[in-house]
């Protein structure tokens, strides 16, 4: 263990990395063939086959997900181009942080993982027709993953310096307004724009006509 992270031994990195290749090369194989086929169920227990003693070894098989690539203990076992190609890829779009497989994997759990990864592997357009929501309806006791949460920084950032831009306008605006308004900006407005009696008014006149509005 380095830095509180464990670091996994040579032979357990080489065969995890192993585990991880013949998923994709089953996954992308399986996808050619009907699911009750022979060749189909040969793929399913090749795979099993291989999780199985990975498990029996290692108790379980983590692995994190990034943009475009699969960690297993911090340790890259899987990188390519962020494509519906990606694993990684695919995983992380539809939210996934992580992935566990744990001892007692079924068959059938990895069948109906196949099934799933198969169908979303082109993005939806319904927001809730994805992995995670395909995961938690399949329910998989030995399959557990985490989803990350629609957080306020993934939606798109109001700015709020216009918001106060327009609120000053609009401030300056009732401003002027208010000022127009005003006694002393009536006089002023009137005496400029009338013909010219406002001038003849004395100043206790203007008093009483402030006094009065």
């Given at each position: 263990m380095i830095n509180g992270r464990e670091v996994p031994s040579d032979s357990e990195l080489t065969a995890a990395r192993d585990v991880v290749s013949s998923f994709l090369i089953s996954l992308k194989n399986y996808d050619l063939y009907p699911s009750d086929h022979g060749s189909s169920r040969k793929l399913l227990e090749g795979i099993h086959n291989r999780l199985d003693n990975f498990l029996s070894l290692y108790g379980e098989m983590k692995i994190s997900i990034e943009r475009n690539r699969l960690l297993y203990k911090s340790k890259i076992i899987y990188e390519?181009?962020?494509?519906?190609?990606?694993?990684?890829?695919?995983?992380?779009?539809?939210?996934?942080?992580?992935?566990?497989?744990?001892?007692?994997?079924?068959?059938?759990?990895?069948?109906?993982?196949?099934?799933?990864?198969?169908?979303?592997?082109?993005?939806?357009?319904?927001?809730?027709?994805?992995?995670?929501?395909?995961?938690?309806?399949?329910?998989?006791?030995?399959?557990?993953?985490?989803?990350?949460?629609?957080?306020?920084?993934?939606?798109?950032?109001?700015?709020?310096?216009?918001?106060?831009?327009q609120a000053a306008e609009s401030g300056e605006v009732e401003k002027d307004k208010s000022a127009a308004s005003s006694p002393e900006s009536m006089n002023v407005l009137d005496m400029a724009s009338g013909d010219g009696q406002w001038w003849s008014l004395a100043p206790e006149e203007f008093e009483l006509l402030e006094a009065m509005v």
């Open positions: 390519a181009q962020a494509s519906d190609d990606n694993l990684a890829f695919v995983l992380y779009r539809d939210g996934l942080l992580w992935i566990e497989f744990l001892a007692g994997l079924a068959i059938a759990e990895i069948k109906v993982f196949f099934t799933i990864l198969n169908k979303y592997k082109v993005s939806h357009d319904e927001p809730e027709d994805d992995i995670v929501t395909a995961l938690w309806d399949a329910n998989m006791p030995h399959v557990r993953y985490e989803a990350k949460e629609l957080f306020f920084e993934d939606l798109p950032l109001l700015d709020f310096s216009r918001l106060n831009k």
